[in-house]
Each structure stands twice: as structure tokens, then as C-alpha cells.
């Protein structure tokens, strides 16, 4: 309610004040008339009860226990400060090669997270999708990777609303929280399709992997200059990437 002006009107000789309601009705009411003091206290308690009414609305659509979620490629557990882990697992894909059949390039292309403690199903399949586990393909995280089975872990970030992996970068932008950094990694240009994912820059090996037995594979991801401008890119250069939360 908003006063706007107070003067003297032809009203016996009181105060006539010009007032606007919530509502934006604009009325003329005697200072010291009851009728007008009841008034504007019932405006102002309908108001009240329209912006209680407001805030119940708003704090009933805050979700509880805001967070998100996220893979961490190559790490047994989630390594962020205050993140979860959910579970941790196996990376997996459809097998690399294309040997048996070399006109075929088709099937599944992302990895999946398959986790340690499975609840497995009573049924047999035809046989014509398989997930395969994951290899590092090179030595190029550590000395000693190549042919090491890949783990992963599903974190939660908790008190954030989006989780995003940003590629060629190893800094989140402002206002993001980093939960890790990693490189860029995909499967061989010359075998079956695979997704590019952010494998954690420390990466850890599956415990008690069986070594060299691929099905699929992971390698280092680099740029091209051509299509791709230089600079501000370069060629060959290994493709960092950082998973950050707001």
C-alpha cells in the first residue's frame, strides 16, 4: 500500500489521505475514520497472505537433497572433496575389432559404467550385443598401462545442480567447482565407433585385471590442425578436460 498524498479535502475539516492499495485501486480515506483504518488492515492482511502463499509455492519446488551426477573414468572411487560414490565399477563397451566383420562398423559407440556388485538377470541373449571391458592401449598415463582394464566410479556431487565435462580445458570457469581433471580419451580411429570421455589424469587399474585381453580400448586423444584453427590450438597435442559442478 502506498501513500501518495495527504491534504485537505472538503471533508469537515479532516484529513483526507490519497492512498494506492496493493490491488493499484487508488482511494481518498479520512486519517482518523475506522471504517478506513479496517480497511487498509485487511488490505495489508490479504497481502500478507498472497506473499505467504508465494513462499510456500517456492520453497515446496526446492529439491531436497540437491546434487548431481557424474562418471569418473579411470578412478576406483570419486576423488573430489565431500563427492559420493555411488558405486564403483568396470568401464565397458562394444568390442573394437572388425575383423569378423569388415563392412560392419555399426553397433553402440558410448561406454558404460557397469558396476561391481551386479544383480544379474536369469536369461540367456541371442548373442548379438556384447559389453566388453576396457583396456588402455598405451603407455601413455603411466609407464606401465598399456593393456591395463580401465575402473570407473559413479559420483555424486552433492549441493550442485549440473555437473558438465568441458573439453580442452583444465580449469572449470568461474562460478564451477572442479570435481577432476583428465585427459580426452576415445577408442582407435581405425576400429568400431567409440564416444570421447575424460579419463582421470591419475588413472587407476582394475584390480586383478586379466592383461591384454582387449574388447575394447582406450587411447589419448589429440588435435588436427586443419578444419580445427591453429592456434589457438596445436597439432598432436594430448586434449585435456575437467569436469566441473555448480
Request: aromatic share 12%; proline share 6%; net charge negative.
Amino acid at each position: 500500500m502506498k501513500k501518495t498524498q495527504t491534504s485537505n479535502y472538503p471533508s469537515y475539516g479532516r484529513e483526507v489521505e490519497s492512498v494506492e492499495f496493493p490491488d493499484g485501486d487508488k482511494k481518498r480515506l479520512l486519517i482518523n475514520d475506522p471504517d478506513a483504518i479496517n480497511n487498509r488492515l485487511e488490505h495489508l492482511e490479504r497481502s500478507l497472505q498472497q506473499q505467504q502463499a508465494t513462499i510456500l509455492q517456492l520453497t515446496s519446488n526446492m529439491p531436497l537433497n540437491q546434487g548431481s551426477n557424474y562418471i569418473q573414468w579411470g578412478k576406483l572411487s570419486c576423488s573430489a572433496a565431500n563427492a559420493e560414490t555411488v558405486y564403483s565399477g568396470f568401464a565397458t563397451g562394444q568390442h573394437y575389432d572388425t575383423t569378423k566383420y569388415s563392412d560392419r562398423f555399426g553397433g553402440p559407440a558410448n561406454f558404460l559404467c557397469l558396476p561391481n556388485n551386479p544383480e544379474l538377470s536369469n536369461r540367456t541373449i541371442p548373442g548379438s550385443s556384447f559389453l566388453y571391458g576396457t583396456e588402455y592401449e598405451e603407455n601413455f598415463l603411466h609407464s606401465d598401462s598399456d593393456g591395463q582394464d580401465v575402473p570407473c566410479a559413479f559420483c555424486r556431487s552433492p549441493g550442485s545442480s549440473s555437473t558438465e565435462m568441458f573439453p580442452g580445458r583444465k580449469t572449470c570457469y568461474n562460478g564451477w567447482k572442479m570435481e577432476y581433471l583428465g585427459y580426452i580419451m576415445s577408442g582407435y580411429f581405425g576400429y568400431r565407433a567409440s564416444s570421447y570421455i575424460c579419463v582421470d589424469i591419475h588413472g587407476e587399474y582394475v584390480q586383478g585385471g586379466k592383461a591384454n585381453t582387449v574388447g575394447q580400448s582406450l587411447y589419448a586423444t589429440g588435435t588436427k590442425c586443419g578444419t580445427l584453427p591453429c592456434p589457438p590450438y596445436n597439432d598432436n597435442l594430448a586434449v585435456y578436460c575437467v569436469v566441473c559442478s555448480k
